[in-house]
């Protein structure tokens, strides 16, 4: 078991550590910003990146001394300035060095997709069980309030009992990026479709039974590796319906809405970390409106698994979490390659979010951005 130093000093918990693992574009605008507002448990230490420009000056902007290139990773994790990663790297890359880090005794806190098959979310899993460490994925929304009231809104039957949901989420990609090349796991369904499967989950409150998929694309040179956009259907216990279109060549929309026996909620930005989300509840063709403001998504995240770091506890949304979404998401891409339905065989769970998660920041201000931009195009 490896060694890892204690984060409790004379009974007292002390802050947890964290390198940032890979310094793209949602570390440098959300993740490297949001420990300021984690600072009560959290704090950021060490860099690591594959760019001596971005570590230069990042480390000025962020007042971080201690930098390293991911040639030096292995260093890195046999040294003591740090107590966990957070990975913000490609999904290709998420098993690799969360793995390394889990058997170097630190704790794991890992962006989504977890992984790119159930073989390495499992040995993911194994790895942090075996030598002691917390490992959590980085789904933001299990912290966030419209999200979670959604949740709360459609079981507690306000809309009747749940029958159907339907997604909408699609965006511009520009050419040339990760999200867009195969060999770093890119691809819409792993990149947006994952929120649109995660929420259907959390709202049914159950697993699918079995999953279909189309996919197609445009002829676009950007889409010669990965498909343009998803249509897919998941069939949940008691004949209930999830439907969803994701797309990187279209314009921007992030909804969803859950239809019940007695009425809808339509969440408008529902995925979104940019944007005030909405929610619009129609019961008995009376229709109520809730505009939830924007907020830091992410320092919740640091706040949370800190907590569980200091206390031993086992961090929710888990390393099981992220793997039944990895293997809707293989399933799904089972289906559009065979154009058959495939049967979902992967793990069931009971625990849901629920509002009792919530953790509120206010949102972080605009940093400047090294070496990096937004992937859509304006």
């Known amino acids: 078991m490896a060694r890892r130093r204690s984060t409790r000093t004379n009974g007292r918990s002390r ?29 950021l230490t060490a860099l690591i990146s594959g760019d001596p420009t971005k570590l230069r000056r990042l480390s000025r902007l962020y007042d971080v001394e201690h930098t390293f290139s991911y040639d030096d990773y292995e260093e890195a994790l046999d040294s003591d300035l740090f107590d966990a990663v957070y990975i913000a790297l490609p999904n290709h890359l998420h098993h690799r060095y969360a793995v390394q880090a889990a058997r170097a005794g630190k704790h794991v806190l890992c962006e989504k997709p977890m992984a790119l098959s159930e073989e390495d979310c499992e040995d993911m899993i194994r790895a942090a069980q075996q030598n002691d460490v917390r490992l959590m994925v980085a789904y933001r929304l299990h912290f966030e309030r419209a999200n979670l009231q959604a949740i709360e809104t459609v079981t507690s039957g306000k809309i009747g009992e749940p029958r159907a949901f339907d997604s909408l989420f699609a965006m511009q990609v520009k050419p040339g990026g990760i999200r867009l090349r195969r060999d770093t796991g890119g691809g819409t369904l792993w990149d947006i479709g994952i929120y649109c499967i995660n929420a259907a989950r959390h709202l049914f409150q159950e697993e699918p039974l079995e999953v279909f998929a189309y996919t197609g694309t445009s002829g676009e040179s950007r889409f010669e590796e990965v498909e343009e956009m ?52 129609t019961v008995d063709d009376r229709s109520t409106e809730r505009e939830f403001k924007k907020r830091d998504q992410f320092a919740p995240e640091l706040v949370y698994f800190s907590e569980c770091v200091q206390s031993g506890r086992d961090p929710e949304p888990s390393g099981t979490e992220g793997l039944i979404d990895v293997s809707i998401i293989r399933a799904l891409y089972q289906s559009a390659e065979t154009m058959k339905p495939v049967e979902y065989r992967g793990p069931m769970r009971r625990r849901r979010p629920t509002a009792k998660q919530e953790i509120y920041r206010r949102p972080s201000r605009e940093r400047e951005l090294v070496h990096t931009t937004s992937p859509h195009q304006e």
């Not at 949940?236 to 859950?258: E, K, M, N, Q």
């Open 15 to 43: 802050k947890v550590r964290y390198a940032v693992v890979g310094l793209g574009f949602i570390a440098q605008k959300a993740v490297l910003p949001a420990f300021d507002h984690a600072g009560e448990n959290s704090e």
């Open 230 to 281: 998803c249509s897919a259907v998941m069939r949940f216990p008691r004949s209930r319906l999830a439907t969803f279109t994701i797309s990187f060549g279209a314009s921007d929309i992030a909804t969803y809405t859950v239809l019940g026996t007695k009425g809808s909620l339509c969440v408008d930005n529902g995925y979104e970390y940019a944007e005030p989300i909405t929610h619009e509840m």
